[in-house]
């Protein structure tokens, strides 16, 4: 048998609107089985959420699938960023889906990542089991608002952190500088996405770090409010990043949640 623990991801291009989209199969797709859809977060690319994919689809049995959003990694992307980016990119998440031949699947995301799969859970897909959101934004908070004002700093200097390379290439700082802005207007114009998750149906499973310097605990709050069958967590000792600052906890503890969504597939 193979060892799923050491296999090297299955690197795919897929066309978009006349787009490339970069798409990762961490592990396969299992036949008759959901898949694993992971979507990354504002500043990053498939590469920031390193093994955990992997660990996440072990645990379950299942396929997981991780791509840059467009913009992003090793995507195309415009040079000029809509300030709905956010919620086009759920409204492009059918077609990557389609283009990978994926029609059965869990959403996982993480920040922004997070915001996009709620904004598409909540048209009511077919074919989505359940979503699990990490440290996701639905309105303006103090914390975000402080720690996008510390990033816009960043992206005045000359010296930009070497992540940003390393996720993007040569267009760091166009990533970097584009979602400064777009949040910048938005969050001051009193960006809300709150309201909107109230359509949502698929089993919803929100969990946020208690330390996490980027969202304050309210966003956790909007989201029970608005989603009350959702099962909702604020994780003690962990910041904005806890797949990465105890991957092994969040894995139980997402899988978990998921296992009996999924029990039943044969």
Known sequence: MTDRTIAIPRAVNLVIDGARIYGEWRREPVPGRP???????????????????????????????????????????????PDDFMARSAKRLPLVLDAAGIDDFILIGHSDGATVSLEYAATAPEGLRAVVSLAAHVKRDPRSYGGLLEFIEVARGEDLPAWLERFHGDRGRRVLTSWCDIWKRN???????????????????????????????????????????AETRLLEGLGHFPHLEDPAALVELIAGFLRPLTSDIQ
Do not use: C
Request: charged letters at 20%; proline letters at 6%.
């Open 35 to 81: 898949v694993l859809v992971f979507l990354h977060d504002g500043l990053g690319s498939v590469e920031n959420w390193r093994a955990f994919p992997d660990m996440l689809a072990d645990a379950l049995g299942l396929g997981a699938f991780a791509y840059d959003r467009l913009g992003y990694g090793r995507s195309d992307g415009p040079d000029t960023w």
């Open 187 to 229: 969050l001051d114009a009193g960006w809300d996405i709150s309201r909107s998750l109230k359509t949502i149906v698929a089993p919803l499973f929100a969990a946020q770090g208690v330390d996490d310097q980027w969202a304050h605990p309210l966003q956790i709050d909007a989201i029970a409010e608005n989603a009350p069958h």
